[in-house]
């Protein structure tokens, strides 16, 4: 099977909130760097700025969908992205 590219993905929680049902933080990979904000209630993910954030979406909404109840603000994470930054 041959090599996929992959890059690592390193995410910061700022802000947590149950009540309003949304998660902010930051996530870079490589050189690229986002601020987020994860409406897990309505499932809906903003990603800013622009530039790349087509390359990180889809994982990144993959990684909450899969560890939201798991983060906690000030909390510093990792995930794999099946691509080459």
Same mark, same amino acid.
């Given at each position: 099977m041959k090599n996929?590219?992959?890059t690592t993905a390193?995410?910061?929680i700022t802000q947590q909130s149950w009540q309003?049902?949304?998660i902010a933080g930051e996530v870079r990979?490589?050189?690229y760097e986002w601020c987020f904000e994860w409406r897990f209630r309505q499932g809906k993910l903003l990603v800013k700025p622009s530039l790349g /954030?087509?390359?990180i979406v889809e994982p990144l909404t993959r990684f909450l969908e899969r560890s939201d109840y798991q983060l906690e603000p000030g909390g510093n994470y990792e995930f794999?992205? /099946?691509s080459d930054f």
């Open positions: 996929l590219p992959e390193y995410l910061s309003h049902g949304k990979a490589s050189t /954030r087509s390359l794999t992205v /099946r």
